[in-house]
T-cell receptor, first 111, second 117 residues
Framework: QKEVEQNSGPLSVPEGAIASLNCTYS??????FFWYRQYSGKSPELIMS????GDKEDGRFTAQLNKASQYVSLLIRDSQPSDSATYLC???????????FGSGTRLQVQP | SAVISQKPSRDICQRGTSLTIQCQVD?????MFWYRQQPGQSLTLIAT?????????ESGFVIDKFPISRPNLTFSTLTVSNMSPEDSSIYLC??????????????FGEGSRLTVL
């Protein structure tokens, strides 16, 4: 079982719709959770971090965490073509400072 | 965030040669990491670069193949030794900021894209 799992996609949504990206993780003691956006040919860019259960909103982005279900998600409201990228879920496990990354979900926003 | 500069940004190398990648950060950070991203894949941690001590390597990565230096709090190098085509990848330097509510967040350099012929 992979430590961090994501659907590879592509996830295709029309412009203006809500894009929902999901991630599950296997280590129950994971403490910190992150979403990165990676454009083709570029390095990952941090867009959201979440540390406790519930929702965290930042502009058009909302991260949701459910530790009981070992599930973290990212919602992108009013999706724009410029949001088209690969979204990487990353998890920080207790006692370990490095992040473990999922394989990423490719999002395509259709104009 | 921090400004993280990597050199070279890309290179084409011959089989059997070695290449050293440099990572320079504009502020002092405690933790520096080296990741690899093979074509179409996600990020895999190679090692943690520790200042003042040997790097800590992940399973499947060894010091002889990927020697790492960290002479101070703002600089690290990763060498890819005796390269083969399987080493063709993007190598990414990453740093952790510890201040305030940004704890645990990693920031990445632009990456070094290596192609081994």
């Amino acid at each position: 079982q992979k430590e961090v799992e994501q659907n590879s996609g592509p996830l295709s949504v029309p412009e203006g719709a809500i894009a929902s990206l999901n991630c599950t993780y296997s280590d129950r003691v994971s403490q910190s959770f992150f979403w990165y956006r990676q454009y083709s040919g570029k390095s990952p860019e941090l867009i959201m971090s979440i540390y406790s259960n519930g929702d965290k909103e930042d502009g058009r982005f909302t991260a949701q965490l459910n530790k009981a279900s070992q599930y973290v998600s990212l919602l992108i409201r009013d999706s724009q073509p410029s949001d088209s990228a690969t979204y990487l879920c990353a998890v920080n496990n207790a006692g370990r400072r490095a992040l473990t990354f999922g394989s990423g979900t490719r999002l395509q926003v259709q104009p | 965030s921090a400004v993280i500069s990597q050199k070279p940004s890309r290179d084409i190398c011959q089989r059997g040669t070695s290449l050293t990648i440099q990572c320079q950060v504009d502020s002092q950070v405690t933790m520096m990491f080296w990741y690899r991203q093979q074509p179409g894949q996600s990020l895999t941690l190679i090692a943690t670069a520790n200042q003042g001590s040997e790097a800590t390597y992940e399973s499947g990565f060894v010091i002889d193949k990927f020697p790492i230096s960290r002479p101070n709090l703002t600089f690290s190098t990763l060498t890819v030794s005796n390269m083969s085509p399987e080493d063709s990848s993007i190598y990414l330097c990453s740093v952790e900021l510890l201040a305030g509510n940004r704890a645990g967040e990693l920031f990445f350099g632009e990456g070094s894209r290596l192609t081994v012929l």
